[in-house]
């Protein structure tokens, strides 16, 4: 069974940065998008950033122009660049990874990384 790994989160202060990467334990063929989400507390999950595998990006509004989302195909790993931290970014960061294959998607999921934004 492949798992991803996460790694990176931590506690920032507001305005800081922070990086978190993402990369399967094993193999896994024919990836299509990678993208991460979060969720906070008491909230739903939602889309933070997705990178297609023709590079297209796409990022929820309350973090453009602060967070960017790369890949590296040869590595199989996804990155989430995080600068101007705010407090309301605090949530649990899980990593996806589509696979496209024979008409089917499949979906792999981190087990998520705290990030924490406070004074």
């Known amino acids: 069974q492949v798992q991803l790994v996460e790694s990176g989160g931590g506690l920032v202060q507001p305005g800081g940065s922070l990086r978190l990467s993402c990369a399967p334990s094993?193999?896994?063929?024919?990836?299509?998008?990678m993208g991460w989400y979060r969720q906070a507390p008491g909230k739903q999950r939602e889309l933070v950033g997705v990178?297609?595998?023709?590079?297209?990006?796409n990022y929820a509004d309350s973090v453009k122009g602060r967070f960017t989302i790369s890949r590296d195909n040869a590595k199989k790993t996804v990155y989430l660049q995080m600068n101007s931290l705010k407090p309301e970014d605090t949530a649990v960061y899980y990593c996806?990874?589509?696979?496209?294959?024979?008409?089917?998607?499949?979906?792999?999921w981190g087990q998520g990384t705290q990030v924490t934004v406070s004074s």
């Open positions: 996806n990874l589509r696979t496209y294959n024979s008409g089917s998607y499949l979906d792999y």
């Open positions: 094993g193999k896994i063929a024919s990836i299509n998008a």
């Open positions: 990178v297609g595998s023709d590079a297209y990006t």
